[in-house]
């Protein structure tokens, strides 16, 4: 008999599946051993018989209530017979069923973790996010690995940073506030370089009405780090909330000219029409409804009624202005060019300008230095300084854009959008 168990182990390590599977049933049924029944399960399911190994696994841990070997395998067998195919399907409702019975049979460990995961990116694609917040709570995020993978020679993110991501995200999205925020507060003290996490928490300090201190904190966050389209899309819409539409433009245009697909932005150009609107700057508006509406009927998705009517009191407003319809394309690319135009020239628009003199242009530094008419020394970026009062003593106007001073970690302000003045 030992020369039987020895034969099929020898055969289990090769990776003979069905050979050593064959070994373990006979020896199952022979010796009513425990550990021979849960070899057998786990050659069904290496073998790529999942569902046969959960009609196995069931009868054992029947025969052997509370074996750890074979609950063990069992549940393998429903994560491979059930959870997987239902996670590259997409199909959620499986999902759930075959998670309850996994969790019904006390998983833990990796199953667990594989598990969750599963229903948490099916259930994030199809934006359930009450299935999303209710799975988080199966864990705990001490349980989940700090450990960033690898991959093709990047670090990811490692599961409990997913986990954060999930649990913060879901909260958000069913509004439950005070929850989100306290957690995105946790979540950015334990990863302060990812920028959603303190977002989340600006975003979820405005769900609590307290509109002026999110906007503080986003402000902060844009110019501490560098930040994708949509951190500026999100401060553009906390600008509109309290009424700010100058700041909402500048916001929303610097949205817009960072880098991101189009059709990820047309509800961003439809917000910027609305802001345009609202500012009087009615061809502005046109255009970027008009790229709006352009981007949805690229990617066939429907006219909203939100942009419909948008649209109808921008043409209303441009004909009591006596004025016509200024966009005669529906070209994307000539579209984005006029768009572009708008946005470059409003990016500024509404900041507080002075003049003054440059007073330093170091050699081999990024930077230099102006002195203002009243006395003031402030910074600006040489690049941006154009080549024809790239000088110093060159007089000029310009706006003051806020900035962060890293050296004494407060906020600053830095010279933008300069002019030529006679010497």
């Avoid at 209530?65 to 491979?80: T, V």
Wanted: charged share 30%; proline share 4%; glycine share 6%.
């Amino acid at each position: 008999m030992n020369d039987r168990f020895t034969a099929a182990m020898d055969l289990l390590k090769a990776g003979k599946y069905p050979e050593a599977g064959k070994l373990f049933h006979e020896l199952w049924d022979e010796t009513g051993s425990a550990f021979a029944a849960s070899r057998y399960i786990h050659c069904l399911r290496k073998a790529g018989h999942p569902q046969a190994a959960c009609r196995v696994g069931k009868k054992a841990l029947d025969q052997f209530p509370g074996n750890i070997w074979i609950r063990r395998e069992l549940i393998w067998a429903h994560y491979d017979a059930y959870v997987k195919p239902a996670q590259q399907r997409g199909d959620l409702r499986t999902l759930l069923k075959a998670g309850e019975t996994i969790l019904a049979l006390g998983a833990e460990d990796a199953p667990l973790r594989s598990t969750i995961k599963a229903v948490w990116t099916v259930a994030q694609k199809k934006q359930e996010w009450e299935i999303v917040a209710d799975w988080c709570d199966r864990i705990a995020p001490s349980e989940l690995s700090d450990e960033a993978p690898l991959i093709q020679g990047r670090r990811g993110k490692s599961m409990r940073e997913r986990w954060y991501f999930a649990r913060v995200k879901s909260l958000i999205q069913l509004q439950r506030w005070d929850e989100a925020r306290s957690w995105a507060q946790e979540a950015t003290r334990h990863y302060p370089r990812e920028v959603n996490f303190p977002r989340w928490a600006a975003l979820a300090l405005a769900g609590q009405g307290y509109i002026e201190q999110a906007i503080a904190e986003m402000e902060e966050l844009t110019l501490k780090r560098r930040v994708d389209w949509y951190v500026w899309n999100d401060l553009c819409g906390l600008y509109l909330r309290i009424g700010q539409a100058e700041a909402a433009l500048r916001a929303g245009c610097q949205a817009a000219l960072a880098p991101g697909e189009d059709k990820q932005k047309v509800t961003l150009y439809e917000r910027l029409g609305q802001v345009g609107l609202s500012l009087g700057k009615l061809e502005l508006a046109a255009r970027q409804v008009a790229l709006s509406k352009a981007v949805r009927q690229r990617e066939r998705w429907p006219i909203r009624p939100r942009l419909a009517r948008l649209e109808a009191e921008i043409r209303h407003a441009l004909e009591e202005a006596g004025l016509n319809w200024p966009v005669d394309t529906d070209d994307i690319g000539d579209l984005a060019h006029l768009c572009q135009a708008d946005w470059a020239a409003c990016v500024y628009i509404g900041l507080p300008r002075k003049a003054g003199i440059v007073e330093a242009l170091p050699q081999g530094k990024p930077h230099g230095w102006i002195r203002t008419d009243d006395g003031e020394r402030i910074f600006f970026l040489q690049n941006d300084l154009p080549d024809a009062i790239r000088y110093k003593g060159a007089r000029l106007e310009f706006a003051l854009m806020p900035n962060w001073d890293r050296k004494y970690d407060r906020r600053s302000y830095r010279a933008v959008d300069f002019r030529a003045l006679p010497d």
